[in-house]
């Protein structure tokens, strides 16, 4: 392995997205000292940024003045990032970098600076390369997403790149998702034409940053990037404590790990398990589809995703549309937006003047299951039970309704083995989903989503999101359904924001001129009309 190898740490640039990079100054001189101690040739101490939106820490700006005050060891040097977005506008380039460095390499703590950039804004940013050396910083460029990217573009990213003043060329697996042959195949035409010194950005999805890390110091690499426990967004790093020790190993560099060791204990691993960062299945399959990984990091923040949102939203993106991140196609994936009601069942003609008993997918329906039967077998309500909620006896189920086309994607294959009819809004189902379900009696009831819109027509309705629950209601509306019962519906711990949606839902509902009766039958947090299941005056 080559002994000339630059060993960069980044974690409090990379991992300052968990805490607004506000990180404590014992922690900052702690780390400092730990660092020297593994022999880490590079500290990134964070941005350079000319943003000042909202309250961020000293390591978002990691100015001359606050490294000043810091006790950096000799051995290290300090490197800070600059975002390509951020020096491409209507100024000149040469604006934005005067104020972001207003000292030379010769005066200032910091003496190498890093540029960020997608393929696109590679060529744009180039000239800020020359102008960073006049004032004698070592220059380094990272090629974001570079997974994405053909032979041709990388031919042409190491053909500008010979012809610039660039010292360093990165290649950042931003989606986590290159395997060995790919690093190989990366490196051979990066240096087809750039035959300067090149590094290693990696990212954990599959669990090969390391082994990948490792593979580009043989093929050729002499930059490699790590963090502290792999922090950073999402799926993290590679861990600068198993890439220290397997330098060491190899005789690349000396380690004492004890220092950070005993900082990895009291600082980093408690903010580990409140942030959650790291690789898991969610993000193996983003990596595996070539998702941008803030789509798992932002569902996995958000409660009201559960387990078959997330993959229901990660088999929808995984044909290119998640290969950027970008919150409105998130949304989207949750909401979808429809226009065309379609629609051609009137729910009149199996609910008008029944009660409806609306089975949900809470514990509350198995808890109850023998007072839910016995009460369906001696009242004989209208049972619709949401999605593939099974736990009565099917039998005693006369319909399901589902209208997500996202979440159906996983729900489909369970759906098609079920017996009852299942009302869906058929238009808005895709050719694979129809297939599962051919063998399925579909009931097609017309779903278009319109924010603070309820409409209930004979075949089609309006709600103002694409819950099942407000479809479902729609459904009982427009049949002219009697009352409905609710079973099921739990709800969540009290400090979760699902409650008050599904409350503000229940409300909204209920101010409609059509609204039927609600009365949940199993115990709800919700703010329902409720009544026992085992009475036997429902």
Same mark, same amino acid.
């Given at each position: ?19 607004? $990079? ?7 001189e ?22 000042? #939106?909202?309250f ?22 300090i490197?800070?990032?600059?975002n390509?977005? =951020? ?22 703590p910091?003496?190498?600076?890093? @540029?960020a ?5 590679f060529?744009e ?14 220059v380094?460029?990272n090629?974001m997403q570079?997974?994405?990217r ?6 042409k ?6 012809q610039?003043?660039?010292d ?11 395997q060995?042959?790919?690093? =190989? ?7 087809s034409?750039?035959?300067?010194e ?17 593979f ?6 002499? $930059?490699i ?15 600068? =404590? ?34 959650? $960062? ?14 941008h ?6 569902m ?19 044909d ?7 919150? #409105?196609?998130?949304?989207?994936a ?10 051609? $069942? ?9 009660d ?21 077998r ?10 593939a ?7 005693? @189920? ?19 083995k !079920?017996? !009852?009819?299942?009302i869906?809004?058929?238009?808005l189902?895709s050719?694979? @989903?129809?297939r ?28 103002? #999101? ?5 479809y ?47 009365v ?7 703010k329902l #009309?409720?009544?026992s @299941?085992?009475?036997?005056t429902?």
């Open positions: 392995m080559n002994r000339n190898i630059k060993f960069l740490d980044c974690t409090f640039r990379d991992g300052g997205y968990y805490n607004a $990079w506000d990180f404590p100054m014992d922690v900052i702690q780390y400092l000292t730990a660092m020297s101690a593994i022999n880490v040739n590079v500290v990134e101490l964070g941005f350079r940024t000319i943003k000042n #939106n909202g961020k820490g000293a390591t978002a700006y990691t100015t001359d003045d606050f490294l000043r005050n810091l006790n950096i060891p000799s051995s290290l040097s490197s800070v990032m600059v390509a977005a =951020e020096l491409i506008s209507d100024a000149p380039i040469e604006q934005a970098l005067s104020f972001l460095f207003p000292e030379s390499a010769a005066k200032s910091v003496s190498i600076v890093r @540029i950039c997608h393929y696109h804004e060529f940013v180039l000239p800020a390369a020359e102008w960073l050396k006049s004032l004698g910083f070592y380094g460029f090629l570079v997974s994405e053909s032979i041709d573009d990388l031919e990213i190491s053909l500008a790149a010979s610039s003043a660039i360093v060329l990165y290649f950042a697996d931003s989606l986590g998702n290159l060995l042959a790919d690093v =190989e195949r990366i490196i051979a035409v990066l240096s034409h750039w035959k300067g090149l590094g290693i950005h990696a990212h954990d999805n599959l669990g090969m940053a390391l082994q990948n890390s490792l580009a110091m043989e093929k050729g690499a002499t $930059w990037d790590s963090t502290v426990t792999g922090m950073g967004r999402g799926p993290g790093n590679v861990k600068t =404590e198993y890439l220290a020790l397997e330098m060491s190993y190899a005789k690349v560099q000396g380690c004492n790990v004890i220092p950070l060791m005993s900082l990895i204990t009291r600082y980093f691993k408690p903010m580990q398990q409140q942030h959650s $960062w790291g690789t898991n299945a969610y993000y193996y399959l983003a990596g595996k589809y070539g998702i990984p803030t789509y798992v990091q932002t996995l923040a958000d409660f009201r995703f559960s387990d078959e949102d997330i993959i229901a939203v990660l088999e929808h993106l995984k290119g549309a998640g290969r950027i991140f970008n919150p #409105n196609t998130l949304d989207m949750r909401h979808f937006s429809s226009s065309e009601p379609g629609g051609s $069942w009137a729910p009149k003609s199996m609910l008008q003047n029944r409806v008993l609306l089975l949900g997918t809470g514990p509350g329906v198995m808890a109850h299951r023998l007072a839910l039967e016995r009460y369906i001696q009242q004989k309500p209208i049972v619709i039970a949401m999605n909620q099974s736990h009565i006896t099917p039998e005693l @189920i006369d319909l399901r309704v589902a209208c997500h086309p996202i979440r159906l994607l996983t729900d489909s294959l369970l759906l098609s !079920q017996p !009852q009819p299942l869906t809004p058929v238009a189902l050719p694979d @989903i129809l599962e379900l051919s063998g399925n009696t579909l009931l097609d009831y017309g779903l278009v989503i319109s924010k603070d819109s309820y409409l209930f027509n004979d075949t089609y309705c309006e709600v103002p #999101n694409s819950l099942v629950l407000s479902a209601l729609a459904i009982c509306s427009s049949g002219m359904a009697n009352r409905i019962f609710m079973a099921g519906f739990d709800g969540f711990a009290a400090d979760d924001p699902r409650n008050i949606e599904i409350d503000t839902l229940l409300h909204d509902y209920s101010q409609q001129r059509l609204a039927v009766e609600l949940a039958v199993t115990p709800t947090r919700y #009309n409720k009544k @299941i085992y009475s036997n429902l």
